[in-house]
C-alpha cells in the first residue's frame, strides 16, 4: 500500500514496516514516516515568490521539508507555526 508517491507499507518479516522506494526502511507503519525522515527547517518564504512575500508574520511560520535519509528523495514538504509539532499527515492502522 503506498502512502505517497515515495513511501510505501510493507511487510517485513510479518510486521508491517515503511520503507522508502529506494528499500530503506523507515519505520514501524504504525508511526510516522517522518519521525524516521531527515528534516530540514527554512523561512517560510523558500518555499517560493508568492509565499508570503510581504513577510507578514515573518518568523513566526517556517517550511518543513522530509527526506530518505538513504537516497535523499524528498517525501514531504509543510508550512506550519515554528512552535507546532510535525504534522502527522497519515496514521495507519495495521490489523
Given at each position: 500500500?503506498?502512502?505517497?508517491?515515495?513511501?510505501?507499507?510493507?511487510?517485513?518479516?510479518?510486521?508491517?514496516?515503511?520503507?522508502?522506494?529506494?528499500?530503506?526502511?523507515?519505520?514501524?507503519?504504525?508511526?510516522?514516516?517522518?519521525?524516521?525522515?531527515?528534516?530540514?527547517?527554512?523561512?517560510?518564504?523558500?518555499?517560493?515568490?508568492?509565499?508570503?512575500?510581504?513577510?507578514?508574520?515573518?518568523?513566526?511560520?517556517?517550511?518543513?521539508?522530509?527526506?530518505?535519509?538513504?537516497?535523499?528523495?524528498?517525501?514531504e514538504s509543510?508550512?506550519?507555526?515554528?512552535?507546532?509539532?510535525v504534522?502527522?499527515?497519515?496514521?495507519?492502522?495495521?490489523?
Open positions: 500500500m503506498r502512502v505517497n508517491a515515495y513511501v510505501e507499507v510493507v511487510a517485513d518479516g510479518g510486521e508491517p514496516v515503511l520503507r522508502c522506494r529506494c528499500g530503506h526502511v523507515l519505520g514501524p507503519a504504525t508511526e510516522s514516516y517522518k519521525r524516521y525522515s531527515l528534516e530540514a527547517r527554512y523561512q517560510v518564504q523558500e518555499a517560493g515568490p508568492l509565499s508570503n512575500p510581504y513577510g507578514l508574520g515573518g518568523d513566526r511560520f517556517e517550511l518543513r521539508e522530509y527526506y530518505c535519509p538513504r537516497c535523499v528523495v524528498r517525501y509543510e508550512v506550519a507555526l515554528r512552535s507546532d509539532p504534522l502527522h499527515d497519515v496514521e495507519l492502522h495495521t490489523t
